[in-house]
């Protein structure tokens, strides 16, 4: 086991350090995730009250959780390019070459990616006295719990789609195809609750439904705060990451 | 190491055909050939990245083909495509190497060391790859294939893109690396003079081995000296060549040549003999340059630009 550890926790390590030596990288993923925030946010204050939610949340406070999943996936989707990257320059062959079994190099490509995109949530969590979310250190550390998950799924469809990529515009095209809708439906923009017929369909089918779902039940430390019960929530949540890596692993053998 | 009547290709081109040879072992090995000859098809064969369609292969008594992880433990890799990543440094990059292989702690630091000493990087050691001159990443790349202390060691192009300087420096290393221990290398190359150096050549042209043996055992069996004319009318000239001297003369991408046992005392007649249609003429002892030529009918050309892509792929993907 320690031969399948070891190169996955160095690949993951290598992926960190990269994150951190690109200032540009470090700099602009902390700027979009408080733009994000703001704009959203702040441009839909009072636009709408979200239906189904106990009483004293508003639309701001409503978007947060979403918002951080957001720049979360994205993150999470960005940092699979350097899987393209590493294709190109040539390094992904001198890993492939090593005598290292394909699960630990997608293990430490997707274990590396995943942190970053939840280093990135973090960063906005202070928000969350600002907006009166009332989660204690619990709560927060168990929310963090569903945002890796989530980090690590999207990180996961991120390494299929790019492993057979030459180019990082098809990529780029791939991954908004999926991405968008996944989130859109996802209960980050409005509540299940308060969907048409046919979209609450499509958003009990959306695998993220759930993870962000698990996400506001730890933050609020309450069940009524999204549409699955937290069992469920949780369940499907670390279920599409298994089954996401396994289709990485596999997709990485061919 | 042992290659046998190994064959490929990539949709209907032949990349590889019936290719057979034997490496000893601590043997330098060069690979000659032009690009697009074969050399990296053979070369991804032998590192376990590609599976032949027929053939098979051996490395340090193992099969390429039945045990790969076996041979990847014993084989270090230099590709053509830089392998070291920019953003980390030198001993960064061996260190992320050595966890690949299962190595770690102080037995790691220690080889990564040594080696970084040993090629001359020490004193970069914790700079940047990215700030690295093309010489030194090359230098490191090498330190990175030796870290596992592999028995057979692959070097596709090695100094591709390198500067002569950079190249004579990059040799010197393996020359150094080899006097330190006992590693097969197996290096696939384009240029002639980097051939000259090795134990052993084997020439590759169009996925066909067409001369295997010691650089002084090939340009021996050409005979005598090699006679060049540069001239405007080839076929013409080597025509009348051939017939005034009966001697055979071939056409060479446009150059006449004349292999003779007395190149010299030839010069002068035939610039007495064809006045005003001879350019230049040139005598030397045969290179391996003129063991292509006689093996393949055509010249192998040294670098030509645009030639330097990446050869054996299929352009249509």
Known sequence: MGDALLPAWSLGWREIVRFHRDRARVVSGIATALLFWMLIGFGMRGSFTPAGMPSGVGAVEYLFPGTVVFVVLVTAIVGTFSLIEDRRSGFLQ???????????????????????????????????????????LPGILLGLVALFAMAFTLTCIGFVVAWGMESIQGFHGIVNLLLLPLWF?????????????????????????????????????????AFADPATAWCVTMGFAAATFGAAVLVSRR | MAVVRLGHRYRHRPALEDVSFEVGRGELFGLLGPNGGGKTTLLRILATLLVPESGRAEIAGRDVLREPVAVRRRIGVVFQDPGLDPWLTPAENLRHQGHLYGLRGTELAERTARLL???????????????????????????????HDPDVLLLDEPTVGLDPGGRREFWRSVGRVRGEREVTVLVTTHLMHEAEACDRVGILDRGRLVALGSPQELESGIRGDVVALETAEPDRLAAAVAERFATEAQVVDGIVRIERLDGAALVPRLAESFPGMIRSITVGRPTLDDVFVQRTGHRLRDGAPGELGNEDEPSDG
Request: aromatic letters at 4%; zero cysteines; hydrophobic letters at 55%.
């Open chain 1, 94 to 136: 001198g890993v492939i070459v090593a005598p290292v079994p394909r699960a630990s190099i997608v293990l430490g490509k997707v274990l590396g990616g995943a942190s970053i995109a939840l280093l990135q949530g973090v960063v906005l969590l202070p928000l969350l006295g600002a907006l009166g979310i009332p989660a204690g």
């Open chain 2, 117 to 147: 000493d040993e090629l001359g990087v020490a004193g970069r050691a914790d700079d940047l790859v990215r700030t690295l001159s093309g010489g030194l990443r090359r230098r490191v790349e090498l330190a990175k294939g030796l870290l």
């Open chain 1, 185 to 225: 439906l996802s209960g980050a923009l409005f509540p299940l609750d308060g969907a048409a017929g046919p979209l609450k369909v499509l958003m009990r089918l959306d695998p993220l439904a759930y993870g962000l779902a698990a996400f506001r039940q730890a933050l609020y430390g309450r069940a009524d705060v």
